[in-house]
């Protein structure tokens, strides 16, 4: 295992202990910074997440929330933030909340560290950007 992989693994059960149930997000982005991530990318349906850094990028290959081919759901906003702010809430796991999104018509999502924003993406430019907040982890 290389040592970007290995970083990335020790962020993420960081944050695990750490964060809290609601409002953890913060968390775990603030861990994969201090560990060198500049970015995230995931890819819906088939659950991929690209983790890139300023030399190189490590993806990680999910479970995929559909098999065989689908018809991409239309982009709904409203049903997409439904998902989001419950998440948020701490009202959903997050394979549930990969699935709500999917359904709302997200196809990908870019999380930027350095910006600290989220970027998520329907197939039809459309696309929603949200702030989140800086917080301490030491």
Not at 84 to 90: E, H, K, S, T
Request: charged share 25%; glycine share 4%.
């Amino acid at each position: 295992m290389t040592t970007t992989i290995e970083n990335i693994l020790e962020a993420m059960k960081k944050a695990e202990k750490i964060r809290p149930k609601v409002g953890g997000f913060p968390y775990l982005a603030e861990c994969l910074r201090q560990a060198n991530v500049t970015r995230n990318v995931w890819h819906l349906p088939s659950a991929q997440s690209t983790f890139f850094t300023k030399n190189t990028a490590v993806t990680f290959q999910n479970e995929p929330l559909v098999k065989g081919p689908v018809e991409i759901p239309a982009y709904d906003e409203a049903k997409f933030l439904k998902a989001l702010r419950a998440d948020q809430a701490g009202e959903t796991s997050f394979p549930e909340f990969l699935k709500a999104t999917w359904e709302a018509g997200i196809v990908s999502y870019e999380v930027d560290f350095l910006k600290r924003t989220c970027t998520y993406y329907g197939i039809n430019d459309e696309n929603y950007t949200e702030n989140y907040p800086s917080v301490s982890v030491k």
